[in-house]
Nanobody
């Protein structure tokens, strides 16, 4: 599985940006795609996620009602629409996928994780 990100850039506070994460390769067993963000010197912070089978979503409280995660295809491309951006949203954004690998005759699965290359979002005040 490969994840390639598009979007990001510089925007004024209150503006909007859309990030996309295109999955390719053997994507049939991707279970969930998440967005994280990271600022220098800090750990990656969870932003949002979408469970592919159900379409259910979760958001960090800091972005709820401002950011929307959606998809086109299954799972092909996942989007993060970011509205009413704030300077504190400035970060490198990464998409992350969890693939569940199953083996015949074996209960359970092995999770395999993938990261996109990251894309910078800068919000000016």
């Amino acid at each position: 599985v490969q994840l390639v990100q598009f979007g990001g850039g510089l925007v004024q506070a209150g503006g909007s940006l859309n990030l996309s994460c295109a999955a390719s390769g053997n994507t049939a067993n991707i279970h969930v795609i998440k967005w994280y963000r990271q600022t220098p010197g800090n750990e990656r912070q969870f932003v949002a996620e979408m469970t592919i089978d159900s379409g259910s979503t979760k958001y960090d409280y800091s972005v709820k009602r401002r950011f929307t995660i959606s998809r086109a295809g299954v799972p092909d491309t996942v989007f993060l629409q970011m509205n009413r951006l704030k300077p504190e949203d400035t970060a490198m954004y990464y998409c992350h996928a969890e693939e569940r690998r199953y083996r015949a005759g074996v209960t359970g699965y092995i999770p395999v994780y993938y990261w996109g290359q990251g894309t910078q979002v800068t919000v000016s005040s």
